[in-house]
């Protein structure tokens, strides 16, 4: 796969990945093996010890990585590097040399996902790039504020200055902090006093993820709470229709060859042969659910 990016510094932020031709949403950027990983929870010595094994140029490649204290050394520079850039991968916490220079942002243009597959990580674009732009990731959940993703991030030794930790900040917020209420109330499958004949807050959590511009991973969970949601109500012709957003997400984020997207091809299936069985065909959408449903176009 020929580089669809370059690496070159970033102002402030150490060295960067930018375009270097117009990247489609959905674009494969980079898949990488990693170069050594450590089951979670790790332990420094873990870390010191698989670092060990590695050939001696592997070695070398590491210690060129970023570190947050540059006079470090030996055990101590290892253990930083390691903090400094390594991804969550399934059970495991793993080093890609390449996939450790791209940096964060709060509404990231890309995906970061473990392939259990194709036993690599993967990064797509999940919006269109343009060329030079920067490549980012998120390091952190999305379901956070401002001032709780500055302590998370403080942990990598930097203030993130990004549009919604700054002169957005304000509106963030509010959509933010809303997220983190309607996701809680999401997962706890909440009873209602009253059964609402649609799933509000699910459909109000993709309403604000898509203002907010994170159209990745969580915009896929949301659509398929969506789809549940229409499923435990009865309507089955809706589900349907949020499935298949949440397939089409998924493929964006994930890629055709991916467990997310078999288990959401999966989910999709079962739903369309359950309303087939039925034999329930799209009913009149009441005013009311159709009006909620403009918010997924
Ligand atoms: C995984 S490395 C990313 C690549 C790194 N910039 C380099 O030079 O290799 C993580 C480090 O990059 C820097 N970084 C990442 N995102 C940043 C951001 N939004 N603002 C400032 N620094 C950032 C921080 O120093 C962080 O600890």
């Known amino acids: 796969m020929s580089s669809l990016y370059s690496v070159r510094p970033s102002p402030g932020e150490g060295l960067g990945c930018f375009a270097t031709a117009p990247i489609p949403a959905g674009t494969l950027i980079l898949s990488e093996t990693p170069l050594f990983n450590v089951p979670e929870p790790r332990t420094n010595a ?4 698989a670092f060990s094994l590695l050939p001696s140029p592997e070695q070398d490649r590491y210690r060129t990585l970023y570190a947050q204290d540059p006079t ?6 290892v253990v930083d590097i390691f903090n400094s850039n390594a991804w969550q991968t399934g059970s495991r916490t793993s080093i890609c040399p390449r996939a450790a220079r791209f940096n964060h942002n709060c509404v990231p243009n890309a995906s970061f996902a473990w392939n259990s597959q194709l ?16 490549i980012n990731l998120s390091y952190e959940r999305p379901y956070q504020i ?29 959509r933010r902090a809303r997220m983190v209420v309607l996701d809680a109330r999401i997962r706890s499958g909440r009873r209602q006093l009253w059964r609402s004949p649609m799933p509000k807050a699910a459909l109000e959590l993709v309403k604000l993820l898509k203002e907010e511009g994170l159209v990745g991973e969580a915009l896929g969970l949301a659509y398929h709470d969506v789809a549940a ?25 994930f890629g055709l060859i991916s ?8 989910f999709l ?6 309303h087939a069985k039925l034999g329930i065909h799209a009913a009149s959408v009441p005013k009311a659910v159709a009006s909620s449903l ?3 176009p």
């Open 229 to 253: 949601g229409w499923k435990k109500n009865g309507r089955l012709d809706l589900a349907v229709g949020c499935a298949v957003k949440e397939l089409e997400t998924a493929v964006i984020c």
């Open 119 to 134: 036993s690599q990580i993967t990064v797509h674009a999940i919006v269109a790039i343009p060329v030079d732009a920067q």
């Open 259 to 266: 467990p997310a997207v078999d288990a959401t091809t999966a």
């Open 146 to 174: 401002s001032s709780a993703r500055r302590e998370k991030l403080s942990a990598y030794g930097f203030v993130c200055s990004c549009i919604v930790c700054g002169s957005d900040a304000v509106a963030s917020d509010v």
């Open 294 to 296: 403009e918010t997924i």
């Open 269 to 274: 299936l079962a739903l369309k042969s359950e």
């Open 46 to 49: 873990a870390v010191t010890t």
């Open 72 to 77: 470090a050394q030996g055990d101590a520079q």
